[in-house]
C-alpha cells in the first residue's frame, strides 16, 4: 500500500492573517492595481473602513475575504430602526456577497473612544445588523462584530486583572459579549503593543513589545509567563470577558432575554465560554514621531519614537504576527487553544493621516504607494513552511511495529489523548493514523531533532502539514524564521 495516500497536504488554516486596507492618502494605487497586489503577495482577507462598492466588486470573485465596517455615523439610524439596518445589509452586503467574500460587518471603529456618545447604541445597533441579516440568510456566513480600542480594558497588566472600563462593562460589555457568543461572532480589539511601548519605553522591554522577549514576564496572579506583549493584552481581553461571567444582566438592557442569556450558563457549570478575541487591527510604524497634544500647541515627540519607528523593529513585529498565524501557535498562555484572527494595519502608507509629514501615523504601510515593499515579509510563509517539519508513521513497517513504537512515544511524553476512543483525532481508526499523531506529538514535543522520529524505522519526517481525518498534526516552528 502508498504509505502516503493517507495525507492531505495543506498550510493549517484555521486562523487568518490580513491586512487593513486603509485609503487616507492621495497617492495610493488604483483599485484593480491593489487587488493584484493583494492576489500577487497571497494576501487573503482585508478590511475596509466603509463598505465601498468600487472595493467590494473589484474584490468580487477573488476569494480574498473581506470585513466590512458600517461607519460611527450610520449607528444612530441602524440601533433606531431595524429597517434601516436592512436598507443597509441590502445595499452593502447583500449586492455583494457571495461573489464577494465578505464574512463581517464591523459596526462602528472604537465607538467608546471615537463616537462616545454612541455607546448605549452599540449594541442594539449590532442586533439590528445581525437581525437583518439572519432575514435575508446570511447571518451564518456573514458575523456581526465591533472592533474596540484597547482603552476599553481599565486594567490590562498583569493580565488575569484584566477588566473592562466599569463605564461600560455591565452595561454596554455583558449584553455585546451575549451577543457576540449567541451569534457566534468574535470580541475584535485594535491594540498596539507599539503604543504601549512608548507610552512606558522605560518599563517595557522593546523586544517584549516586538513578541520576542526570552526571558519573558510573569503573571503574579496565575504564574503564567510571557514573552509577547501582544499575547498579554489578548489574554487581559480574555479575562475582562470571564469577569463578566456569572455577573448579572444590567436591567436596562432590552437586547438580552433570560433565555439567550449565555453567561448564565456558565454560572450553571457549563465552563467558562466567551467569544474568542481577534486583533482587528495592530501593527508598528516604520518611520516618524508620535504626536501629543492637539493643534495649536501639538508637537512630535521625536527623540522617543524615532527609534522604536524603524523598518528593522516594523519588520519583526509585523513578520512575528504573521508567521504566528501561518506557523498555528496561535494560543496564548491563558488560552492555549485559541485561534489567532487579526489584520495587520495598514496595507499601504497612508500620506493624509495625522499631522504633517513625520507623523508615525502615514508610516505603518507594509507597502509604499508605489507598491513596493518597505521590507521582507511573507504571506504564504514559504520560510516558515521550509523551517516546519512533522513526523508520521510508515505504515508499510507493519502493524506490530507501529504498535510498538506507539506504546513507547505515548509513555515516554507524547499527547495520546486525542486518539482515545472518543477523542476528536480517534478517526480514522487505523494503527498509521493513531501512530502519526503520537509520533508526532514525541517529535515536537522534543524539539523536532531527527532523533526524536526514528521508533525504529517506524517513523519518517515531512516537511508539509499531514491532515490525518479532521486533525491538522501540529508543527511547533520557532517564531521569526
Ligand atoms: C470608493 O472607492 C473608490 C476607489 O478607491 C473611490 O474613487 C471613491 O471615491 C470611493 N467612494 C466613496 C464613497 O468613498
Ligand atoms: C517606492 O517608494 C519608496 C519610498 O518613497 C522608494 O524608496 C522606492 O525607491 C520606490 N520604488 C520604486 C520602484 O519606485
Ligand atoms: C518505510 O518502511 C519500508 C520498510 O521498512 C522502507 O523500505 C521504506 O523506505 C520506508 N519509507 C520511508 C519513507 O522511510
Not at 433565555?259 to 457549563?270: P, W
Not at 507623523?359 to 513552511?385: H, S
Amino acid at each position: 500500500a502508498n504509505c502516503c495516500s493517507l495525507y492531505i497536504y495543506y498550510i493549517a488554516d484555521a486562523s487568518v492573517v490580513g491586512v487593513n486596507y486603509g485609503t487616507t492618502g492621495n497617492n495610493l494605487p488604483d483599485v484593480a492595481s491593489v487587488v493584484r497586489l493583494l492576489q500577487k503577495n497571497g494576501i487573503t482577507s482585508v478590511r475596509l473602513y466603509d463598505a465601498n462598492s468600487t472595493v467590494l466588486n473589484a474584490l468580487a470573485n477573488t476569494g480574498i475575504t473581506v470585513i466590512v465596517m458600517l461607519p460611527n455615523n450610520n449607528i444612530a439610524a441602524v440601533a433606531a430602526s431595524p429597517s434601516a439596518a436592512r436598507q443597509w445589509v441590502l445595499r452593502n452586503v447583500a449586492a455583494h456577497y457571495p461573489a464577494t467574500r465578505i464574512h463581517a460587518v464591523d459596526v462602528g471603529n472604537e465607538v467608546f473612544l471615537k463616537a462616545r456618545s454612541l455607546t448605549r447604541q452599540l449594541v442594539p445597533a449590532m442586533v439590528n445588523v445581525h437581525a437583518a441579516l439572519q432575514s435575508l440568510g446570511l447571518d451564518r456566513a456573514v458575523k456581526v462584530t465591533t472592533p474596540i480600542a484597547f482603552t476599553a480594558l481599565a486594567e490590562s497588566w498583569p493580565p488575569s486583572a484584566g477588566r473592562f472600563r466599569s463605564d461600560i462593562a455591565r452595561p454596554v460589555m455583558r449584553p455585546m459579549l451575549n451577543f457576540l457568543l449567541r451569534t457566534g461572532s468574535w470580541l475584535s480589539i485594535n491594540a498596539y503593543p507599539f503604543f504601549s511601548y512608548l507610552d512606558q519605553p522605560d518599563k517595557i522591554p522593546l523586544d517584549y513589545a516586538l513578541g520576542n522577549y526570552t526571558p519573558g514576564v510573569r503573571d503574579p496572579g496565575t504564574g503564567l509567563v510571557y514573552h509577547s506583549l501582544l499575547d498579554a493584552q489578548i489574554d487581559a481581553a480574555y479575562f475582562a470577558m470571564e469577569k463578566l461571567v456569572g455577573s448579572s444582566s444590567s436591567s436596562s438592557s432590552a437586547t438580552v432575554s433570560a433565555r439567550e442569556d449565555y453567561f448564565a450558563d456558565n454560572k450553571q457549570g457549563k465552563g467558562t465560554r466567551t467569544p474568542p478575541v481577534h486583533i482587528q487591527e495592530h501593527g508598528w510604524p516604520h518611520r516618524g514621531s508620535k504626536q501629543v497634544g492637539k493643534p495649536p500647541g501639538r508637537r512630535l515627540l521625536a527623540s522617543q519614537t524615532s527609534a522604536a519607528a524603524s523598518i528593522a523593529n516594523a519588520k519583526a513585529y509585523n513578520n512575528y504576527v504573521i508567521n504566528r498565524v501561518l506557523s498555528g501557535n496561535t494560543g496564548t498562555p491563558h488560552r492555549p487553544d485559541a485561534d489567532m484572527d487579526t489584520h495587520i494595519f495598514s496595507l499601504f502608507d497612508e500620506n493624509l493621516k495625522g499631522f504633517g509629514p513625520s507623523d508615525i501615523e502615514r508610516y505603518f504601510g507594509l507597502f509604499y504607494p508605489n507598491q513596493t515593499k518597505v521590507y521582507d515579509f511573507d504571506f504564504r510563509g514559504r520560510a516558515l513552511l521550509a523551517a516546519a517539519s512533522w513526523c508520521v508513521a510508515n505504515a508499510s513497517v507493519g502493524e506490530a511495529r507501529l504498535q510498538a513504537a506507539m506504546d513507547y512515544a505515548c509513555s515516554h511524553g507524547a499527547d495520546c489523548s486525542d486518539i482515545q476512543p472518543g477523542a476528536a483525532c480517534f478517526e480514522p481508526n487505523t494503527k498509521a493514523a493513531h501512530a502519526s499523531h503520537a509520533f508526532n506529538s514525541y517529535y515536537q514535543r522534543y524539539g523536532r531533532v531527527t532523533g526524536a522520529c526514528d521508533f525504529a524505522g517506524a517513523a519518517y519526517i515531512v516537511h508539509r502539514a499531514p491532515k490525518i481525518g479532521k486533525c491538522v498534526l501540529p508543527s511547533k516552528v520557532p517564531i521569526g524564521v
